[in-house]
């Protein structure tokens, strides 16, 4: 990757992997979740910043069975990796954002080696670049050899036309997913709110209030500034249902956003807002839902916005449109 990317160059590599059927004593030790942090920062061989998150979801007073268990965030210098391991499911989500390549193979290998799982669903996303259909590549489903996904073949994922909410909710429920993962790439932005923390931290406040998700904890924030192109602000926030996150470049007036729960959430109202609330002209859109054993990968449409179209869904016209 290139030390100046340009529109065509992506910024970031996004991977993600759900191991299923897990150990339940390692998935659910606080201790060993830390270690795995670790071990997972030291073979990507990034540079950290601050501390580590780690906390437990879903204990007392009032247990929720599908949220119990270890939830962890590590902010990098040049993104951020996350995990999110529910005992009730004995799943492992783990994510992976990261400036650059690195090799998504790697990352599937020692997650399901590390919580001793039976199977692990690997899925890649390139970020930051404009796109009408998402750039997916490295699938992998260790229970289905033959579903294995390279960057030089890049078939087609199945995504789906739609992202209405009604989709997403029958989509969840008819795949037995644990989570929905929404990830929004803003472009053109206003960079006096991308370069605004207090503007950013607002947001993400008002993020949880618009997914129903309550914050745990601190935020975490991080400047980082590799090189003068790249620099920029980057913030995660655990939520009680997993985290919501964002890397934000004041120089190429572009932010990546995810958000990840185990609750469903309005992923095209909460796009449009994002993208309004930080000036983007355009953005790309799509949803991932997680922990769907039986078929994988479930994306829903990636959705490319200009400003029009944003204040247009925000903004009805006197039309009744």
Known sequence: MSDTPTSDVPLSQYTIVDAHKCDLERLSSLPANKDFAGELCRALEAETSGELLIANFGGSPDPDPRIHGPSFAQMLNRGLVQGHCPTHSRLACIDVLKEGNFDPGKIEKLVKEFYKAEFAQTLTIMRGVPDAIADVNNVYDTSRPDTQWTQVERPRP?????????????????????????????????????????????????????????????????????????????????????????????????????????????????????AKYFGANEYSTATVLRGCAEQFPVIFHNRVSTKADIQWALEPSRKGE
Request: proline share 4%.
């Open 158 to 274: 199945p995504i789906k036309t739609s992202m209405s909410t009604v989709d997403i909710n029958n989509a969840f429920e008819k795949h037995g997913s644990w989570g929905q993962f929404t990830y929004i790439d803003l472009f053109n932005c206003d960079q006096d709110k991308i370069d605004d923390p207090n503007h950013i931290a607002n947001y993400f406040a008002e993020l949880c209030v618009a997914i129903g998700a309550a914050p745990y904890g601190e935020p975490i924030t991080g400047d980082f500034n590799r090189t003068p192109e790249t620099t920029g602000r980057s913030f995660a926030q655990l939520i009680e249902t997993s985290l919501v996150q964002g890397c934000f470049l004041e120089n190429l007036q572009r932010g990546m956003i995810d958000i990840f729960s185990c609750r469903q959430f309005h992923a095209k109202w909460i796009s449009d807002y994002t």
